[in-house]
């Protein structure tokens, strides 16, 4: 069975239940960091995640006890694969050729099967593709400040 991806909510919830193994729904809500959503969202991520195939949902009497049905390790192999595939033609050599140029990693840290980390090289022009990750990848917090910014030099 083919997994769905998560939106960014749905992951905040994951990443509660995988840390917590086992969760009742009061415990969940207690553990969600502040702001906290209102219980029904809460609830509704709850429902589509069993209905995603990410939660196994067990009733207690009046109650569920929920499980991770995905593990938080298979959940990110997934996750990175679709993202080599979507951004990096498929190729873990690019990935790992960003990484380096970001100095992300170090080449003297990598162990390639069958290549050289020397043989990573820098690119001579900025590339759009990297800077499509940057901006994904950049934390929101940051990119807000930098429009604030913007708009105070505007004016």
């Known amino acids: 069975m083919k997994l769905q991806p998560l939106t960014a909510s749905e992951e905040d919830v994951m990443r509660i239940i995988w840390e917590k193994a086992t969760i009742y729904f009061r415990d969940l809500m207690n553990a969600y960091p502040e702001p906290k959503p209102h219980q029904n969202t809460i609830s509704t991520f709850l429902k589509i995640l069993v209905e995603k195939h990410y939660l196994n949902a067990e009733k207690q009497g009046r109650i569920y006890l929920y499980s991770a049905a995905v593990s938080w390790e298979d959940y990110r192999k997934m996750v990175t ?3 080599v595939e979507t951004y990096f033609e498929n190729s873990g050599t ?3 050729q960003l990484l380096v ?6 080449k003297e840290d990598l162990q390639l099967h069958g290549a050289e980390a ?4 820098m690119p001579d022009k900025e590339d759009p593709v990297r800077e ?15 429009k604030e910014k913007k708009k105070k030099k505007k004016k």
């Open 132 to 146: 499509l990750v940057r901006e994904l990848t950049s934390d929101k917090k940051s990119k807000k400040k930098d």
């Open 94 to 96: 690019l990935l790992i």
């Open 81 to 83: 694969k679709k993202f």
């Open 118 to 121: 020397h043989s990573l090289t």
């Open 101 to 106: 140029d970001e100095n992300l990693i170090q």
